[in-house]
């Protein structure tokens, strides 16, 4: 099967990609194209589905550069092709050559792209690294790399959706904390219970910080099992583990 790869204009000539879980090698709940090591999937077949992926952006299997995800704002400058995955949760380049990636699940992979300046950037953008700044944070380390400001696209791939994001009060308290307008992005659920919609989050923190070219693909994780992984589905579900998706790009 060949694999599906979301693709957006606003980020240009850039070779970049979305991709779904299709054109994978993983079977059983990890079913398609999983590209995250840290699942219990069969080491050989992420091997495999990274391997696809490189081909797919056209660069060496080693040069398909990612990290150690934690849910943080910190975000790596990568000069060279390394085999280190650093701690952090977004990566930027102004080197051909190499395709920076995340993974995701249900969190926003967000892609960045100055084709200007030839500066390209990818985040890892749940709800915590988005409220700790991630993405501007990204915005900045692209800046230091010679990016304009007015010049950055960004996009937000697959993520879960407002309509399946179901949260306690607690959890809008930390946003309550942060702004008191950030009540805009939550709607009453059932109870006392609340939808919230991390996209659209995503997107106000892109344009406070001052990137005007943004855009969501529209594309929710949760609901759309065949083509998105999700860790909250695969909670649901009562699964064992769950596939991660993976975002990528190059010059």
């Not at 179901?166 to 307008?181: I, L, Q, S, Y």
């Not at 759309?224 to 909670?235: A, I, K, L």
Request: hydrophobic content about 40%; some cysteine; proline content about 3%.
């Amino acid at each position: 099967m060949t694999l599906e790869i979301l693709t957006s204009d606003a980020l240009g000539a850039t070779r970049h990609g979305f991709f779904t879980r299709k054109g994978g090698a993983s079977s059983g709940i990890f079913q398609g194209l999983n590209c995250g090591a840290g699942s219990s999937d069969q080491s050989e077949a992420v091997t495999i589905n990274r391997g696809r992926v490189a081909d797919a952006m056209q660069v060496p299997h080693d040069h398909l550069m990612g990290v150690h995800q934690i849910h943080s704002a910190d975000v790596v400058t990568v000069g060279s092709a390394t085999q280190d995955r650093p701690k952090a949760d977004a990566l930027v380049t102004a080197t051909k050559g190499i395709a920076l990636s995340v993974l995701s699940a249900d969190c926003q992979p967000v892609l960045f792209a100055d084709t200007q300046a030839g500066v390209i950037g990818a985040a890892h953008a749940g709800w915590k690294g988005a409220l700790d700044g991630v993405l501007s944070e990204t915005v900045e380390a692209m800046i230091a790399l010679g990016a304009k400001r007015e010049n950055i696209c960004a996009v937000i791939g697959p993520c879960i959706s407002q309509r399946a994001y179901e949260v306690g009060p607690d959890f809008m308290d930390n946003f309550m904390d942060e702004d008191p307008d950030n009540a805009r992005f939550f709607a009453q659920g059932k109870g006392d219970k609340l939808q919230f919609d991390l996209p659209a989050f995503g997107l106000k923190s892109l344009r406070a910080a001052g990137i005007t070219t943004t855009e969501w693909t529209r594309h929710c994780t949760y609901t759309d099992p065949e083509r998105f992984y999700s860790y909250r589905r695969s909670v649901h579900q009562k699964e064992a583990d769950y596939g991660r998706l993976i975002a990528a790009i190059t010059l």
